[in-house]
């Protein structure tokens, strides 16, 4: 890290098509490589959906050990991931690399670690202490790769879009409602009209009765939970604008959202659930939360009546 801001790019889906855009500085991470041996791994693991089977042996094989990749040749890596040579150079270049020298090459420069969290093995007893420093070194990885890959046109838009919104409803469930929950209730501290329910039913019917000029913003981390997905088509037929937040650049959300704001993690099989990618999803809330804070008419006002009423139930 030298303190410069780092000038890295990602895709995220913006209506019609995919669009590369810098960092947004809001959630600025300083380095000195343009794309650093993290975000290349950051990159390949947001699109393993999108992957097809030969391509995503490739990805599983680099993901596992992404340092083992660097002294392996081409037919190699291919041979390991039960792959062709053609594969692994595919599976490059859709991520944006102009192959696989190059994906090497930026690894190493990187030193890319392996996650911590995977050298934690289900099932066998662990020392409490070094369980929770893994997952926080595990955590503070993934945020820091969400900072690299964010767009700053998709939150952006979406800052323009709540602001401008006459209701706001958030689809989430799973790992993802307490975050939906979190952000409706914030939003609602601002003074905007937002809502969150909990029963899929209740989102679904509500979803669908939004219509123009509401947004509706999902949370998902695999962007193909159904009932998310059935919400937010509502949503869209009703003539609601869709923003998804989500940790994969391909699903299904993707690819109805007018906005998709790609920034997650990779799980590991230790955690089943989407833990550390729900607490990136909250931290892209935060940021967006703030900017709001400063643009929303009135928000000091709202803020201050609701700390008025939190002192009632306080001691």
């Known amino acids: 890290m030298n303190g410069r801001d780092l000038k890295c790019s990602f895709t995220v889906h ?16 300083t380095s000195e490589n343009t794309v650093t041996g993290a975000d290349v791994r950051e990159r390949v693991r947001s699109h393993l959906p999108a992957f097809s089977p030969a ?19 081409v037919t190699q890596l291919a041979a390991r991931a039960g792959s062709s040579p053609a594969s692994v150079v595919r599976m490059c270049t859709s991520i944006g690399l102009r192959g696989f020298q190059d994906l090497k090459t930026r690894v ?13 093995v289900a099932g066998e007893p662990q020392d409490a202490h070094r369980a929770t420093v893994a997952v926080l070194r595990d955590t503070a990885a993934a945020l820091e ?31 993802s409602a ?18 969150f329910v909990t029963d899929v039913h209740a989102q679904h019917v509500s979803a669908r009765m939004l219509g123009p000029g509401a947004v509706f913003l999902a949370v998902s981390h695999t962007g193909s939970t159904f009932e998310t997905l059935a919400a937010a088509r509502a949503a869209k037929a009703a003539g609601a604008r869709v923003y998804v937040i989500t940790s994969f650049a391909s699903s299904p959300l993707t690819e109805i959202a007018d906005v998709a704001i790609v920034a997650g993690s990779a799980e590991t099989k230790v955690r089943v659930e989407a833990l550390t990618s729900r607490l990136v999803h909250l931290t892209v809330l935060d940021a967006i939360f703030l900017v709001l804070k400063q643009r929303v008419a009135g928000a000091e006002e709202h ?7 939190l002192t009632e139930h306080r001691f």
């Open 14 to 29: 913006l209506g019609g098509g995919w669009r590369s855009q810098p960092l947004p500085s809001v959630l600025a991470v």
């Open 55 to 73: 391509e995503r042996r490739v990805a599983d094989v680099f993901l596992a050990d992404p340092l083992g990749v660097i002294d392996l040749s």
């Open 108 to 120: 190493a420069l990187a030193h890319v670690p392996a996650a911590p969290v995977d050298a934690l």
């Open 145 to 175: 790769s969400a900072a690299a890959v964010l767009d700053p046109a998709a939150v952006n838009d979406l800052v323009d879009g709540l602001l401008a919104a006459r209701r706001i409803q958030l689809g989430a469930v799973g790992t």
């Open 178 to 195: 307490p975050v939906a929950a979190d952000a409706a209730y914030r939003l609602t501290t601002l003074g905007l009209d937002a809502t």
């Open 303 to 309: 803020l201050q009546a609701t700390s008025e009423v």
